[in-house]
Each structure stands twice: as structure tokens, then as C-alpha cells.
């Protein structure tokens, strides 16, 4: 008692862990407690909704061309609108339009993409990229895009396939940012984008 050197603070010993983590995803270190799966605690699993089993069953019996044939069906769907709508006959205002034009007549990043589709349905792709340009430009990677994904689903054709990596959707995205500032600026040559 008196007399002793003391060399370390006593402290009384943590309790060991009734259920220690093992195998390959056991937890090891001071934050092994906060990081380990709570041992005894069992979920009951979500049952999916009636909506959600009919979907499945669908998706389950569905033969393998039918997403694309979907897929390709709502792609027909927009081409029809703009033909029978024909945008380049309508006024700026026509329904549907674009809100942010219509309050503040400033070109949105997809304005014009509309009449643009119109005119590559008609063969016409300088009046279409006149319209605009980066729909235009995108759209032979889209299909190629579409082809292998559905060409694959459907037929089990090995296409070469359009590896896009990240660093390149982000410079894409950037510039299309830049086009939608540029063509509202209210100087030549930036006038020529305005739609």
C-alpha cells in the first residue's frame, strides 16, 4: 500500500464481447464495436407489395425481347410526337413548352432538341445542329449505345460495347453547361445559337 511505486492507473477490464465477429468480415481495432453487425438481432424481411410481386412475375415470365421492344416503342413514341407536332411550325408558346422559357425567354439545355429530332427525321443535320448541336452530336453514340444493349437482351449478339467512363460524361455534362450559358448571350456570334 503506502510505499509502493505506482506504475499504471488500475482500471477495471472491459467486459468481453458474448458474440465476438468471425470469419472473413470480422472486425478488428478500437472501433470494432461500432463497425460489427449487432450479434442476435434478426430482421424480418420486407414483403414486397402486391404491385411490386405483379411486376416481378411479369418481368420473371416476360421473353427477353420485350424490355427492348419497350424501350424501342417509347423511342418511336417521341419520334411520332415530333413529326405529327411539327415544332418548326409552332409557336414558342404552344403546348407543351418549355417553363423556363416561357417566364424568362431564356433557352433551356434541351430547348430546340425538339425540332432538332424533326429535322434529322427529315434528313436536314445542319438545320437540326443549328437547333441543337450536342443533341445532334450525341445521338449516333445513343443508338450505338441502344443497338449493343438491346442487340445483347434480345439476341444475345456480343457487339462491341461503347465503354463511356466517367471522367468523359462529366466533360460531356460540363459542355453542354457551356453551350446552354453561350447560346443565351445576347452577342454575336452567340446569337446565331439562340432558338
Do not use: Q
Not at 38 to 46: F, K, L
Not at 57 to 71: G, N, T
Not at 98 to 112: I, N, S
Amino acid at each position: 500500500m503506502y510505499g509502493e511505486r505506482v506504475t499504471s492507473v488500475d482500471r477495471p477490464a472491459a467486459a468481453p464481447d458474448p458474440h465476438p465477429p468471425a470469419g472473413p468480415h470480422a472486425h478488428h481495432g478500437p472501433h470494432a464495436e461500432h463497425a460489427a453487425w449487432p450479434a442476435g438481432v434478426a430482421y424480418p424481411p420486407v414483403e414486397p407489395d402486391r404491385f411490386t410481386r405483379l411486376v416481378l412475375r411479369l418481368h420473371a415470365r416476360a421473353p427477353r425481347w420485350a424490355v427492348p421492344l419497350a424501350a424501342l416503342g417509347c423511342v418511336g413514341l417521341g419520334m411520332a410526337y415530333a413529326l405529327l407536332s411539327d415544332p418548326t411550325h409552332s409557336d414558342p408558346d404552344a403546348r407543351p413548352t418549355c417553363l423556363l422559357k416561357l417566364t424568362t425567354g431564356l433557352d433551356c439545355p434541351g430547348c430546340g432538341g425538339t425540332r432538332a429530332l424533326w429535322y434529322v427525321l427529315h434528313a436536314d443535320l445542319p438545320a437540326a445542329a443549328r437547333h441543337h448541336f450536342l443533341f445532334v452530336f450525341s445521338l449516333p453514340f445513343l443508338a450505338w449505345l441502344f443497338v449493343s444493349w438491346a442487340g445483347n437482351r434480345a439476341f444475345g449478339w456480343r457487339l462491341p460495347e461503347l465503354r463511356i467512363s466517367p471522367k468523359v460524361i462529366g466533360g460531356f455534362l460540363a459542355l453542354w453547361l457551356a453551350f446552354s450559358v453561350a447560346r443565351n448571350l445576347p452577342w454575336a456570334p452567340f446569337t446565331s445559337l439562340y432558338v
